[in-house]
């Protein structure tokens, strides 16, 4: 599940009913974050979560500021 996946999964009919999406072990990079950051949050999301190494600091943040503290990094 690629950068391409990321894509399609935020702009997916159903990206607002999601309430948990585990993207750990996948390689979600710079690229497929920006996809994240571009969609609006889920209303009831509760955690979004992510493998750290795949991504650069500044989108880690990014990513921090746009969900808040639903978002988890695995620092694997």
Do not use: I
Not at 54 to 72: D, E, I, N, Q, T
């Amino acid at each position: 599940f690629g950068d391409a996946a990321v894509r399609r999964l935020a702009r997916a009919t159903f990206w607002e009913n999601l309430t948990e999406l585990d993207l750990r072990d996948n390689p979600v990079t710079d690229p497929g974050a920006k996809h994240l950051l571009a969609a609006a949050v889920p209303p009831d999301l509760a955690a979004l979560l992510l493998t750290a190494r795949h991504l650069s600091r500044p989108v880690r943040a990014a990513l921090a500021a746009h969900f808040g503290p639903r978002v988890v990094f695995d620092e694997e």
